[in-house]
């Protein structure tokens, strides 16, 4: 778990934004903490006011209703993935929030989850 709320969730996105330059946009959001970064110079970008909602409500809510459903009969919940029509969001619940990776549209989002649930994993989110 992140003890060091706005260090970790820093260093987290800069390793992550390191990895490609096809990561457009990050946001970490735990029991109540957000850091959220854009990558300056991306076409197509939503206001950061939306991004802040999507990230307090719209994602939390999500996460909600397709945990519950993962549990009933699934197997849980790893991972979703929204296809905007600027971007995609690869969103990963994690203990007392999540973390959305949005990936820039030529990019299969799929083939970044193991490097993503690596990285997750190093900082015991996962």
């Given amino acids: 778990m992140i003890k060091h709320f706005t260090m970790e969730a820093e260093q987290i996105i800069d390793e992550a934004m390191s990895l490609t330059s096809l990561l457009r946009y990050m946001a970490v959001y ?3 903490d957000l850091i959220l970064r854009e990558r ?4 197509g970008s939503s206001a950061s006011e939306s991004d802040k909602y999507e990230e307090l409500i719209v994602n939390p809510t999500l ?8 549990n ?12 905007y ?4 969001v690869l ?6 929030g999540h973390v ?18 690596a990285l997750l994993k190093k900082y015991e989110l996962l």
């Fill in 40 to 43: 300056s110079g991306i076409s």
């Fill in 100 to 117: 959305n990776f949005g990936f820039e549209t030529i990019v299969n989002p799929v083939e970044w989850v193991e490097t993503i649930s």
């Fill in 63 to 70: 996460l909600t209703l397709t945990t519950q459903r993962g």
């Fill in 72 to 83: 009933i009969d699934c197997g849980g919940l790893n991972y979703i993935i929204i296809r």
């Fill in 30 to 32: 735990i029991n109540g």
């Fill in 85 to 88: 029509g600027n971007f995609f």
């Fill in 91 to 96: 969103l990963f619940p994690v203990a007392g």
